[in-house]
């Protein structure tokens, strides 16, 4: 059964780098099943859409994150990645990692748990 | 980018409503869209894909239909547990984008 699961420092500070990571099981992230994706969720807001990564390698970003963000495969490691720099307090939220099935319009499921990421000094 | 816009954006029902949700989307997105169920604290979970496939183990009390800009996500008989907030999702093209989202409250 496939599952993902996030891990990363819960606090950073304004100006530095969010890292984080997802463990996937149940699956190879460099078979050609899955692409991979972050989503966010500021506090008591809705949903936002980061990026996936495609087993190939191939990133997409949303548009107002592409300059800060990168994501990226760690295949030994059966893991993903996130990469935001340059964060402000604006970037505080719950930050979830998922796989994307490659059909057509493929849909998010799995999600990880999520885990909360604050910005503050 | 593609704007999709849910409505109500808050829905106060009572239990064994049936209720609707709308999600309009800026431009024709064939029927690549999710909904998706979040409740307080939780992660998101996939109710439907392809605008009206159901996902193995949901309720057949949900349902989904539309095509192109027009969709929507019923549910014929609402429960406590479907007491939450709903999300539709374009997997049409990149970005990707969500609806802002209907929470569901008892009335």
């Known amino acids: 059964q496939l599952q993902v699961q996030e891990s990363g420092p819960g606090l950073v500070k304004p100006s530095e780098t969010l890292s984080l990571t997802c463990t996937v099981s149940?699956?190879?992230?460099?078979?050609?099943?899955?692409?991979w994706g972050w989503i966010r969720q500021p506090p008591g807001k809705g949903l936002e859409w980061i990026g996936n990564?495609?087993?190939?390698?191939?990133?997409y970003y949303n548009r107002s994150l592409s300059s800060r963000v990168a994501i990226s495969l760690d295949t030994p490691r059966n893991q993903f990645s996130l990469k935001l720099n340059s964060v402000t307090a604006t970037d505080t939220a719950v930050y979830y990692c998922?796989?994307?099935?490659?059909?057509?319009?493929?849909?998010?499921?799995?999600w990880g748990h999520g885990t909360l990421v604050t910005v503050s000094s | 980018d593609i704007q999709l816009t849910q409505s109500p954006s808050f829905l106060s029902a009572s239990v064994g409503d049936r209720v609707t949700i709308t999600c309009r989307a800026s431009?024709?997105?064939?029927?690549?869209l999710a909904w998706y169920q979040q409740k307080p604290g939780k992660a998101p979970k996939l109710l439907i894909y392809?605008?009206?496939t159901l996902q193995s183990g949901v309720p057949s009390r949900f349902s989904g239909s539309g095509s192109g800009t027009e969709f929507t996500v019923t549910i014929s008989s609402l429960q406590p547990e479907d007491f939450a907030t709903y999300y539709c999702?374009?997997?049409?093209?990149?970005?990707?984008?969500f609806g802002g989202g209907t929470r569901v409250e008892i009335k």
């Open positions: 998922a796989a994307r099935t490659i059909a057509a319009g493929g849909w998010f499921d799995p």
């Open positions: 149940g699956a190879s992230i460099s078979s050609n099943n899955f692409h």
């Open positions: 990564v495609h087993y190939g390698g191939a990133t």
């Open positions: 431009q024709g997105i064939n029927s690549y």
């Open positions: 392809a605008a009206s």
């Open positions: 999702q374009q997997l049409s093209s990149y970005p990707l984008t």
